[in-house]
């Protein structure tokens, strides 16, 4: 692969020195402080709510890499008469006709003069140029001019977050016990403390240069004693370059990377369905710099993009060990070394607690090669992305009927084309893919510009059942893209200026068999969502949701043979200004699920939330009580919730209870800003809350947080 990429035994050594010239550059400079408005993260938190509002996950999502763009732009909006199509990708708030339709009114009409212009851009509504309108601004398009180190040291800007983590109540894992029970059962109590700890340090010169390292410390790893002596479980770093020269990226040390439409190899943020039709699409950046704490699913290693003309080639590699569920180890005590045989998966949690969770920590060394050669135009991009990756040992999974078909050996190799297309007010989109076996996946579809007033997106996929990319992240109903087939359609519809009607439909089948359904199977799923916004900072919406999916059904029947359940959701949610300094939330949903056969299982959820801010006043405050009570786990419902800065989550609400949270966040002194969160889950029909090491005996569970950030 060239000079350019290091060697497999470098990796380990590049890391801990971008950690030393982390420290060193702190060191030598002290750069002017920088002081945002408080408002600043509740608009960030708006536009990534906005995004996420259609998930439904129970994680601790990971959207730093977002946060990190919005964040920087806010600071430093983005001039639109220079903007490439790449910067205005990374914002998620615009399509690529949208990011057309402004090239093209600028090579008609000149460079835009005031900001109010973009309401002259085809495609631009009111709500689009309202979330954007933080981000962007229009100055004059200066000529490209080189960076010198002096520029640096004087722009360039230090970012510092600690933060602290702990559930207040006990849990089964950190009770005490006798030294003869944990003699006899060395896995039943966690080895370290139950506080969760977190560090991210990094340096910033607008988008061209970016130095940084993250740790992290679970709830239950260990601290500078036992098996951490380095102090924390996980570390990460990182190098990165941008420029718009032939060398147009490069990055040592931890990385990710996205290219297509996900099928082939993107590691990193990836939207499922939503009320936006655009994210049904993926808009790849490339390379860019590992800034999160999954400990599993990223590069490490180095990568290169460059650049010829509308040419633009990629080269990485990467070579990490990784955690997994160690099957079998090679008898050599002739040697005295043993070597690792086979696994039975990839083990993704990142907890390190017990002696059993760290057997199987770094159990695996995994090698990936690879690139992407594509050629980009306003209207056309190409490219062919290909990767090959490497295991030190066999995977043998646990082979059942379902997964026969699934990557089980120590190699793969996968191979695929991508296309972006964007005539008149049309984008088609697309890639193909095939993995070593043969197994192929296919992902192709179109989003239109109708009118001014209605958006439609198309997206048909196709992924065999023996289909096998390991960092492939498509557009798909199971998490990962394998034994599916399916049309998605999305329409977006503004029939006055204050309302949009969105929504979609999408079909899908297997034509194999999946987890816990023992036959081929198909279903469905519906959105319909009514928008009002009477005032910029009002909304109202009415959201209805249909589910169909085909499960075992294993009460009476000696068989397990799969039938359809049935899910109904009903949300009305409101947002409204009701003083200059406080907005309040309010949101109502219901779920009615049932399982052919057997009794429908109903959900309810209730919240109320308080938010003050006051420009001019040093803190902010936001408040939330809910009510929920669901007949089983099966009837959950899920919100989204506020937090520190670059932490976000949408927890799952079952059973019956009340749920409290209060996050505030300080203003100490310019450049230094501090946040505290107290949250508690209240059941009311249970004495147990979860099982295992995290037990807790009680009906509460309780949890603080606070971060410290530090800018220089």
Same mark, same amino acid.
Do not use: C
């Given at each position: 692969?060239?000079?350019?990429?290091?060697?497999?035994?470098?990796?380990?050594? @590049?890391?801990?020195?971008?950690?030393?010239?982390?420290?060193?550059?702190?060191?030598?400079?002290?750069?002017?402080?920088?002081?945002?408005?408080?408002?600043?993260?509740?608009?960030?938190?708006?536009?990534?709510?906005?995004?996420?509002?259609?998930?439904?996950?129970?994680?601790?999502?990971?959207?730093?890499?977002?946060?990190?763009?919005?964040?920087?732009?806010?600071?430093?909006?983005?001039?639109?008469?220079?903007?490439?199509?790449?910067?205005?990708?990374?914002?998620?708030?615009?399509?690529? @006709?949208?990011?057309?339709?402004?090239?093209?009114?600028?090579?008609?009409?000149?460079?835009?003069?005031?900001?109010?212009?973009?309401?002259?851009?085809?495609?631009?509504?009111?709500?689009?140029?309202?979330?954007?309108?933080?981000?962007?601004?229009?100055?004059?398009?200066?000529?490209?001019?080189?960076?010198?180190?002096?520029?640096?040291?004087?722009?360039?800007?230090?970012?510092?977050?600690?933060?602290?983590?702990?559930?207040?109540?006990?849990?089964?894992?950190?009770?005490?016990?006798?030294?003869?029970?944990?003699?006899?059962?060395?896995?039943?109590?966690?080895?370290?403390?139950?506080?969760?700890?977190?560090?991210?340090?990094?340096?910033?010169?607008?988008?061209?240069?970016?130095?940084?390292?993250?740790?992290?410390?679970?709830?239950?790893?260990?601290?500078?004693?036992?098996?951490?002596?380095?102090?924390?479980?996980?570390?990460?770093?990182?190098?990165?370059?941008?420029?718009?020269?032939?060398?147009?990226?490069?990055?040592?040390?931890?990385?990710?990377?996205?290219?297509?439409?996900?099928?082939?190899?993107?590691?990193?943020?990836?939207?499922?369905?939503?009320?936006?039709?655009?994210?049904?699409?993926?808009?790849?950046?490339?390379?860019?710099?590992?800034?999160?704490?999954?400990?599993?699913?990223?590069?490490?290693?180095?990568?290169?993009?460059?650049?010829?003309?509308?040419?633009?080639?990629?080269?990485?590699?990467?070579?990490?060990?990784?955690?997994?569920?160690?099957?079998?180890?090679?008898?050599?005590?002739?040697?005295?070394?043993?070597?690792?045989?086979?696994?039975?998966?990839?083990?993704?949690?990142?907890?390190?607690?017990?002696?059993?969770?760290?057997?199987?920590?770094?159990?695996?060394?995994?090698?990936?090669?690879?690139?992407?050669?594509?050629?980009?135009?306003?209207?056309?991009?190409?490219?062919?992305?290909?990767?090959?990756?490497?295991?030190?040992?066999?995977?043998?999974?646990?082979?059942?009927?379902?997964?026969?078909?699934?990557?089980?050996?120590?190699?793969?190799?996968?191979?695929?084309?991508?296309?972006?297309?964007?005539?008149?007010?049309?984008?088609?989109?697309?890639?193909?893919?095939?993995?070593?076996?043969?197994?192929?996946?296919? @992902?192709?579809?179109?989003?239109?510009?109708?009118?001014?007033?209605?958006?439609?997106?198309?997206?048909?996929?196709?992924?065999?059942?023996?289909?096998?990319?390991?960092?492939?992240?498509?557009?798909?109903?199971?998490?990962?893209?394998?034994?599916?087939?399916?049309?998605?359609?999305?329409?977006?519809?503004?029939?006055?200026?204050?309302?949009?009607?969105?929504?979609?439909?999408?079909?899908?089948?297997?034509?194999?068999?999946?987890?816990?359904?023992?036959?081929?199977?198909?279903?469905?799923?519906?959105?319909?969502?009514?928008?009002?916004?009477?005032?910029?900072?009002?909304?109202?919406?009415?959201?209805?949701?249909?589910?169909?999916?085909?499960?075992?059904?294993?009460?009476?029947?000696?068989?397990?043979?799969?039938?359809?359940?049935?899910?109904?959701?009903?949300?009305?949610?409101?947002?409204?200004?009701?003083?200059?300094?406080?907005?309040?939330?309010?949101?109502?949903?219901?779920?009615?699920?049932?399982?052919?056969?057997?009794?429908?299982?109903?959900?309810?959820?209730?919240?109320?939330?308080?938010?003050?801010?006051?420009?001019?006043?040093?803190?902010?405050?936001?408040?939330?009580?809910?009510?929920?009570?669901?007949?089983?786990?099966?009837?959950?419902?899920?919100?989204?919730?506020?937090?520190?800065?670059?932490?976000?989550?949408?927890?799952?609400?079952?059973?019956?209870?009340?749920?409290?949270?209060?996050?505030?966040?300080?203003?100490?002194?310019?450049?230094?800003?501090?946040?505290?969160?107290?949250?508690?889950?209240?059941?009311?029909?249970?004495?147990?809350?979860?099982?295992?090491?995290?037990?807790?005996?009680?009906?509460?569970?309780?949890?603080?947080?606070?971060?410290?950030?530090?800018?220089?």
């Amino acid at each position: 692969m060239g000079n350019s990429l290091i060697s497999p035994p470098q990796a380990d050594r @590049v890391i801990r020195l971008i950690l030393l010239l982390l420290f060193f550059s702190v060191s030598v400079s002290a750069l002017a402080q920088q002081d945002d408005p408080l408002v600043r993260q509740r608009m960030i938190e708006q536009r990534i709510e906005a995004i996420v509002e259609g998930l439904d996950e129970e994680v601790e999502l990971d959207y730093t890499t977002l946060f990190d763009v919005l964040d920087y732009y806010l600071e430093r909006p983005l001039n639109l008469n220079k903007a490439t199509a790449a910067d205005l990708r990374q914002l998620y708030l615009l399509t690529d @006709v949208q990011i057309n339709n402004l090239q093209l009114h600028i090579a008609k009409n000149g460079p835009l003069r005031e900001i109010y212009e973009v309401q002259a851009i085809e495609g631009w509504d009111q709500t689009t140029i309202y979330l954007l309108l933080p981000f962007i601004k229009v100055d004059a398009p200066l000529d490209f001019q080189r960076w010198t180190i002096k520029d640096v040291l004087e722009e360039g800007s230090h970012d510092l977050f600690l933060r602290y983590t702990r559930v207040l109540e006990e849990q089964e894992g950190f009770a005490p016990i006798s030294e003869e029970e944990l003699a006899e059962n060395p896995n039943r109590r966690f080895l370290g403390s139950p506080d969760k700890l977190y560090a991210r340090y990094r340096f910033r010169y607008r988008n061209n240069l970016s130095i940084g390292f993250t740790a992290e410390k679970d709830a239950g790893e260990e601290f500078f004693q036992g098996t951490q002596k380095n102090g924390f479980d996980f570390y990460s770093a990182h190098a990165y370059y941008e420029d718009k020269g032939w060398l147009r990226k490069a990055v040592v040390g931890d990385y990710q990377a996205q290219f297509g439409q996900g099928l082939t190899l993107w590691s990193g943020l990836g939207f499922g369905k939503s009320p936006f039709i655009a994210s049904a699409k993926r808009s790849p950046l490339g390379i860019r710099p590992y800034t999160a704490v999954d400990e599993n699913l990223f590069f490490r290693g180095s990568a290169i993009t460059l650049g010829a003309g509308k040419f633009e080639l990629t080269l990485l590699y990467s070579d990490k060990k990784i955690d997994a569920n160690i099957v079998s180890i090679a008898d050599t005590s002739d040697t005295g070394l043993d070597q690792l045989v086979s696994v039975s998966s990839f083990q993704l949690s990142g907890f390190h607690r017990t002696n059993a969770e760290l057997f199987d920590k770094d159990a695996i060394r995994e090698r990936h090669i690879g690139g992407n050669l594509a050629y980009k135009s306003r209207k056309l991009s190409v490219g062919l992305t290909a990767m090959r990756s490497q295991w030190d040992a066999n995977l043998e999974r646990n082979l059942q009927l379902y997964n026969q078909f699934e990557f089980s050996d120590n190699e793969n190799l996968v191979a695929g084309v991508d296309y972006n297309l964007v005539l008149r007010n049309m984008n088609f989109f697309g890639e193909a893919s095939m993995s070593q076996n043969g197994g192929m996946g296919f @992902v192709n579809g179109v989003l239109i510009a109708l009118d001014p007033k209605l958006s439609i997106v198309a997206l048909h996929r196709h992924f065999d059942r023996d289909f096998q990319s390991l960092y492939a992240n498509a557009f798909a109903e199971r998490s990962r893209p394998i034994n599916e087939q399916g049309l998605y359609l999305g329409m977006e519809f503004t029939p006055a200026r204050k309302w949009k009607v969105s929504g979609y439909a999408d079909h899908f089948r297997s034509q194999w068999l999946s987890f816990l359904v023992d036959a081929p199977s198909s279903g469905h799923e519906y959105l319909l969502q009514l928008t009002h916004k009477p005032r910029r900072k009002s909304e109202f919406y009415i959201r209805w949701r249909k589910r169909n999916k085909d499960r075992n059904n294993i009460i009476d029947s000696p068989i397990d043979q799969p039938v359809p359940w049935d899910q109904h959701f009903f949300r009305v949610h409101a947002a409204y200004q009701v003083h200059e300094n406080v907005k309040l939330k309010t949101r109502v949903e219901f779920t009615r699920y049932q399982l052919e056969g057997n009794p429908a299982e109903n959900g309810f959820l209730l919240y109320q939330d308080i938010v003050f801010r006051k420009v001019m006043f040093p803190a902010n405050l936001t408040l939330r009580y809910a009510l929920f009570d669901t007949d089983s786990y099966n009837a959950r419902l899920y919100a989204y919730e506020n937090d520190v800065l670059y932490f976000f989550s949408i927890p799952a609400y079952f059973n019956r209870g009340s749920r409290f949270y209060a996050i505030s966040k300080i203003r100490i002194k310019k450049g230094v800003e501090l946040w505290l969160r107290y949250a508690q889950w209240l059941y009311t029909d249970r004495d147990v809350i979860n099982s295992g090491l995290n037990e807790i005996n009680g009906n509460t569970k309780s949890e603080f947080r606070a971060q410290l950030r530090l800018r220089f």
